[in-house]
């Protein structure tokens, strides 16, 4: 019989906040209208232990136009709170997607018709 240890960092790896598939399907397809309309230009992706975050980028080397960040609750990891920042101040702050995600398409039509 072989003794078979676990890695460390699976084990961290299981505390770690990301978006899941749906709510990725969900935030890409508010990038890839943005994109069509000439608004964005790139994103990415981070996450941690404390959260995850979304980046939408104007330019490649510029700073980040909008973020999502998802927070875990602290009481149970399967409700989680999004938040919509812009230049580090919060715009909205809910725990369903789409109400935060319906606040930044009326933020970003604003930028197109300015």
Do not use: W
Request: net charge positive; glycine share 2%; no cysteine.
């Amino acid at each position: 019989m072989q003794l078979i240890k676990l890695n460390k960092n699976l084990k961290q790896n299981n505390s770690l906040i990301f978006f899941s598939k749906d709510e990725l399907k969900l935030i890409l397809q508010l990038y890839s209208i943005q994109v069509a309309n000439g608004i964005l230009k790139d994103y990415a992706i981070d996450y941690g232990k404390r959260l995850a975050v979304f980046s939408f980028y104007r330019h490649t080397y510029d700073k980040p136009l909008f973020e999502i960040e998802k927070y875990a609750n602290k009481k149970n990891k399967f409700f989680s709170e999004f938040i919509i920042k812009y230049n580090k101040k919060i715009i909205e702050k809910n725990k369903s997607l789409n109400i935060v995600l319906n606040r930044l398409e009326k933020k970003f039509s604003l930028l197109k018709t300015n």
